[in-house]
């Protein structure tokens, strides 16, 4: 074992958050100080938790909490609510001190931190400790009061922290706005190999977490803001690196539930892609989703129908109307229907949802409809951002995706303003109207079919209570027909040939 | 070691602390002489004080949430009082005994 060897390859211990671990590109650094800086109620400290907890259950790693301002049997009982069996590993492995400074404490003269750190290094070597937690380093350096003493002791702390080969997690208080540039902590950063500033925004009535990893000494990290949530489990991170995934091979092809919209796709839509369906209010998007569900749960497919805002049961009744019955598959367990309401989270908080719905239900096919409510809550960036993640997500598990979008008015350009996912979609199936003659049908389109032959034809779009099905092409003098016209002009050309004989 | 406060010491009225200090770091070794002299000074009749090493008793610290060295307790008269520095400003350890400051 050479110390060069070490020095080059970086060890890091995992927090035990998926997401975490990718922008970190495998967690924290290991016999080294991680410093987590974040304002009031940031998820400074549930994240330090989690991250112990985590190294504890999975990898019986002993460990230390020491909390200088909560009361120390709060933090266990907050970690109790997330489903961390506190309690048990309390017994064995993690031992949490309640630091707290005493609010009558009176101070005369110079101290330092020699006390605490003699009698953590007795506990740690007794324990066999490899990760301690500094919860609230911030309380403890107020105490000092003076800049020069804090660095000295930060640094104090950090030779202490090198000398024992502990993994270091100190979490910070810092007012929004003023990070690492700030006079106070600008000894932090040469004890800290890891800064993570940690965020909690208020957009759209709606409140945001964003963690960014400031710094990451000799590892790379992912440089841009991440949004992430506090969910019932703990932090949850969706990232997905920013880097889009391989998409996977094309080979087979599932229907849309439309036979005549199959044959427009030259055989349906390939398997593991997504498909987008735009149109206005009412132009039929729920429908063809519905169709799309139906068929892949008579395929014997598992199958998830997310709605935002939409109640799960007037979906099924308006959709039994078409002939489509998703009642028994609803019954069977094949498919799940899941309604959301759109300003009850911010988009992150939809994103995990779905993303443990899809855990939990394991589907093969899935709907979203509409996607484009995500972009009522949390910024139109966020929900965007929100909503590729998603579409990866889904292409990553091989699940064919039929989402739809929500576009006002009538010109199809529109879409951009939303969502603006027609660019990562692998097709996309545009339902409009076509106003002629005083009368409006229903018109599909597909705009684009990755990787696939499609018509280009435009199809008038037909409701029944037989099902949906599209009519056939039919056009004169270069315009697609529909309705009374095509009806007048298909009599007209009927009689024409019948005069003639 | 322990038993530091005798039966009667409240009612004496005598001065008892409890000092723990971390060996012979400079500041800890101010902190007694300066406690010392201070006792001697304002209740050379009736104090005592106890130390208590943190090195050679680590698991002491933890158990009375001691964070810092040095750290006074006054223990009596009541209430309870910490202090915690090297006890060098001497007009701030009065006032946390409730005695009368220099006038």
Redesign the interface.
């Known amino acids: 074992m050479t110390d060069k060897k070490q020095a080059t390859v970086l060890e890091k211990i995992s927090s035990g958050i998926e997401g975490f671990d990718d922008i970190t590109f495998g967690g924290l650094p290991l016999g080294a100080t991680t410093l987590l800086m974040g304002g009031p109620g940031s998820g400074k400290t549930v994240l330090a938790l989690q991250t112990l907890v985590s190294a504890t259950t999975h990898h019986g790693t002993p460990g230390i909490f020491v909390a200088f301002e909560e009361n120390a049997r709060r933090v266990v009982a907050n970690g109790e609510t997330f489903g961390w069996n506190m309690r048990a590993l309390e017994k064995k492995q993690l031992y949490f001190i309640d630091a707290r400074v005493r609010s009558d404490i009176i101070k005369s003269g110079a101290f330092d931190l020699t006390g605490l750190l003699a009698a953590l290094e007795v506990k740690a070597g007794e324990m066999g400790a490899k990760l301690i937690v500094f919860d609230a380093i911030d309380v403890l350096l107020g105490l000092l009061d003076d800049l020069a003493a804090e660095c000295r002791e930060l640094y104090r702390l950090h030779e202490w922290l090198l000398r024992q080969n502990l993994t270091g997690i100190l979490t910070m208080k810092v007012e929004e706005g003023e990070p690492a540039i700030s006079q106070r902590y600008r000894c932090m950063p040469f004890m800290a190999d890891c800064t993570v500033l940690l965020t909690q925004r208020v957009a759209d009535r709606v409140a945001v977490r964003a963690m960014r990893v400031l710094k990451y000494r000799g590892s790379p990290h992912v440089l841009n803001e991440v949004p992430f949530v506090i969910g019932p489990a703990g932090v949850e991170l969706g990232s997905s690196h920013g880097v889009h995934p391989e998409p996977q091979p094309f080979d087979e092809k599932v229907s849309t539930g439309i036979e005549r919209l199959d044959d427009m796709l030259c055989g349906g839509i390939y398997r593991g892609t997504n498909t987008l369906v735009t149109g206005s209010s009412g132009g039929g998007k729920s429908s063809l989703a519905g169709a799309f569900i139906e068929a892949a749960c008579l395929r014997d497919e598992r199958a998830l129908f997310i709605s935002f805002d939409e109640n799960s049961r007037d979906i099924v009744r308006d959709l039994a109307m078409m002939s489509i019955d998703l009642a028994p598959h609803l019954a069977s367990g094949l498919l799940r229907m899941e309604a959301v309401r759109t300003e009850a989270a911010s988009s992150e908080e939809h994103f995990m949802r779905i993303k443990r719905l899809i855990e939990e239900q394991l589907p093969r096919c899935v709907v979203i409809d509409p996607l484009s409510a995500l972009a009522r809550v949390g910024g139109g960036l966020a929900a965007r951002a929100v909503a590729e993640r998603l579409i990866y997500l889904c292409r990553n598990k091989g699940i064919t995706v039929l989402f739809t979008s929500l576009i006002e008015g009538f010109d199809p350009h529109l879409e951009t303003t939303t969502v603006h996912v027609s660019t990562i979609s692998d097709s996309w199936i545009q339902i409009s109207y076509a106003l002629l003659d005083g009368e409006r049908n229903r018109a599909l389109s597909i705009i684009k079919s990755r990787g696939s032959k499609h018509s280009n034809q435009l199809r008038e779009l037909i409701f029944s209570d037989s099902g949906i099905t599209l009519a056939d092409p039919y056009t004169a003098g270069g315009e697609v027909l529909m309705g009374t016209l095509r009806m007048e002009k298909e009599n007209a050309v009927h009689n024409g040939k019948a005069n003639g004989q | 070691m322990s038993g530091v406060l005798n039966e009667g010491d409240q009612a004496k009225g005598a001065y008892v602390f409890r000092l723990?200090l971390?060996g012979g770091?400079p500041?800890s070794v101010?902190?007694f002489a300066?406690l010392y002299a201070i006792c001697q000074k304002h209740f050379p009749e009736s104090h005592r004080i106890e130390v208590i090493d943190?090195?050679k008793e680590?698991?002491r610290?933890?158990a009375e949430?001691?964070?810092?060295?040095?750290?006074a307790v006054k223990l009596s008269p009541l209430p309870e009082?910490?202090?915690?520095?090297?006890?060098?400003?001497?007009e701030?350890?009065l006032?946390?005994l409730g005695l009368p400051q220099k006038e």
């Open positions: 723990y971390a770091a500041n101010r902190a300066n943190v090195l680590p698991m610290a933890l949430a001691i964070l810092v060295t040095p750290t009082q910490q202090i915690i520095g090297d006890l060098s400003e001497e701030e350890v006032r946390a």
